[in-house]
């Protein structure tokens, strides 16, 4: 056989009938398992009938921690109790985390299920068991009916576009969700909040000393917290990155809220138990859920710089938008960061401990790490990972959306939000109507108010000359004057955190202050004829033969002789 033969032989074995899609880009490379193929996964009861694990029984080692505390179990005490669980996860094969980066991602609503973490529940058992289920039915009560989920479990929900910034303050239902497990609940009668590490006097406080206003002034700020993941797909559209145990869920636009919490300042509750040992510098947040990384099991836990919680802008907060806190936002207390990513503000916090160093615990030091682009799955060490902590400044165009037919005048009306974090706001958004060269300022009366940690939604018509694709651009500048990146790529991450770079809509643009435009629009409305879908050949011509033929009558030929 000669080269070419061979050649023609091994291109016949390999090819498949999405050969054309997969050249091209369109159709899932080795997509792997789907989130629903779970036949490697031997079911718990066929493995231990007796309901016990390797002789351990779950509703004994994995009971409630306290009563009153559905979902809680205490791992960060117990290493014992974390070895135990470890070796029964052992006894598993659980499916990979779901494939929709190099796949296309299912558009169904919630869009992933979360199998495996919901196996990894049943699986430790206790009272993990039902904790799926029950999450999940808080979603359906506390959530709007038309959140996009993203993840039904852990669960990941944002509200749809058309309802992120129709208001600047955003209603509890449609403020955005990112758990790391299940959603604990737990009675507020017998809830008690833990200090202790380096804090002089440690303490065990109830609700009712917090909201005990002869102990601790009470405080609201209007804050924007913002996932680290905001805008991911822009990332993920352009290349495939990091598949963590924890989905990296495909966030849109909508991943940041704006509330008004209320509760006490942290630094008022540090100074009621007698302040810092010398030496402390941190502290570490303790969130009552389950948390699985790599068959570990632990609970949720980061820090912050004391420094940070001497500014007053570390709250310990029972109420949002002057409503409870809704369970799934963090019930009976959670900890609300200003101006810091999303993933130090701890929801169902149970303890805080005072140390010294950043807490060691994964989603500090191995999890929301930013790398360098050229940073990936072959040369990634933790310790090249900026730990995020300040949020940079960053915005988007909520309207129109991806990909929309724009019939306008010669103006088109552009709405978003902007935020900084880190104590800066929004001083201006800027649209370009051309892809980033000239630069549209929104009217200072068409942003929401300024606040020192939240965002500003705005509105703005701008000129658009246009026919056909352009895309609309927007940045912010925020008071230090720090903006944007201008493309995705500019600011790419293989933990495909913190899209910061402007936001890019293309639209194509029906520009009627063109008379031909004009007329043209008349006659698809005159014949009753719809414009969309835009790929679709139009029946009637936009040039008579008449018209055409005059053209040539009183013009140079299309080839010319001499
Ligand atoms: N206990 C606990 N706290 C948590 C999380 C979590 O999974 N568990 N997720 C964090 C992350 S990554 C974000 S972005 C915010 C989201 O807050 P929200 O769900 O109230 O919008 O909560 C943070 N606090
Ligand atoms: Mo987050």
């Keep these: 056989m000669d080269a070419r033969e061979d050649r023609d032989v091994q291109q016949q074995q390999k090819a498949r009938a999405d050969e054309w899609k997969l050249e091209q880009g369109f159709a899932p490379r080795d997509g792997g398992i789907g989130d629903k193929d779970i036949d490697t996964f031997l079911t718990i009861e066929s493995r231990f009938p007796d309901g016990k694990r390797n002789g351990i029984d779950p509703n004994v080692a994995f009971a409630e921690e306290k009563e009153g505390w559905k979902g809680y179990i205490e791992w960060e005490k117990y290493p014992e109790k974390r070895a135990q669980a470890a070796s029964i996860l052992a006894n598993f094969k659980f499916p990979p985390p779901p494939e929709f980066q190099l796949a296309p991602v299912p558009d169904t609503n ?11 529940h049943k699986a430790v058992g206790g009272t993990l068991t039902d904790v799926p289920e029950l999450s999940w039915k808080v979603v359906l009560k506390e959530k709007h009916p038309d959140m996009l989920h993203l993840l039904q479990f852990p669960y990941n929900g944002e509200s749809p576009k058309r309802l992120t910034t129709a208001e600047p303050i955003t209603p509890n239902p449609l403020h955005f969700v990112r758990n790391h497990g299940g959603i604990p609940d737990i009675d507020p009668e017998k809830y008690t909040l833990e200090l202790d590490g380096l804090v002089k006097n440690p303490q065990t406080l109830t609700l009712a000393d917090l909201k005990n206003e002869e102990l601790f002034p009470r405080q609201s700020n209007l804050v924007t917290i913002q996932c680290s993941g905001t805008r991911r797909i822009e990332q993920i559209s352009e290349y495939a990155g990091e598949g963590d145990e924890m989905i990296n869920a495909p966030w849109a636009e909508g991943a940041i809220g704006t509330a008004k919490w209320t509760g006490v300042s ?16 941190h502290l570490e947040f303790y969130g009552a859920e389950t948390y699985f990384k790599h068959n570990e099991v632990q609970n949720y836990v980061v820090s912050v710089p004391w420094s940070k919680v001497k500014l007053n802008e570390v709250l310990l907060a029972w109420e949002m938008n002057d409503e409870p806190l809704p369970k799934i936002h963090g019930f009976p207390l959670r900890v609300v960061v200003f101006g810091y990513i999303g993933a ?37 060490t933790l310790t090249q990972g900026i730990q995020i902590q300040e949020m940079p400044v960053s915005s988007a165009i909520m309207s129109p959306w991806q990909k929309d037919v724009v019939i306008h005048d010669g103006k088109i009306t552009v709405k978003g939000w902007a935020y900084s974090g880190g104590g800066r706001w929004p001083e201006r958004v800027e649209v370009s109507p051309d892809g980033g060269f000239l630069w549209y300022p929104v009217p200072v009366d068409n942003m929401s108010k300024k606040h020192k940690f939240a965002w500003r939604t705005w509105e703005v018509e701008i000129p658009v000359d246009a026919e056909g694709w352009t895309e609309l651009v927007c940045r912010c500048w925020d008071n230090s004057l720090n903006t944007q990146p201008t493309f995705v790529r500019s600011a790419w991450n293989w933990g495909l955190h913190v899209t910061s770079s402007c936001h890019h809509v293309k639209i194509y643009s029906v520009n009627t202050s063109k008379p031909l435009t004009k007329m043209r629009m008349q006659e698809f409305k005159d014949k009753g004829v719809p414009f969309e879908p835009l790929t679709r050949p139009t029946e009637f011509a936009t040039q008579s033969m008449e018209e055409y033929e005059n053209f040539w009558a009183t013009h140079d030929p299309r080839d010319v002789d001499d």
């Design 266 to 281: 942290l630094k008022k509750v540090i100074k009621h138990c007698g302040g810092l040992v010398d030496g402390a510098k």
């Design 344 to 380: 130090r503000s701890v929801k169902w916090l149970y303890r805080i401990k005072a140390i010294q160093k950043p807490s060691r615990a994964p989603v500090q030091s191995k999890e929301y790490l930013y790398f360098n682009g050229q940073v990936g799955k072959h040369n990634q």
């Design 110 to 120: 919630p869009v992933l299920e979360g199998i495996r973490w919901k196996l990894w």
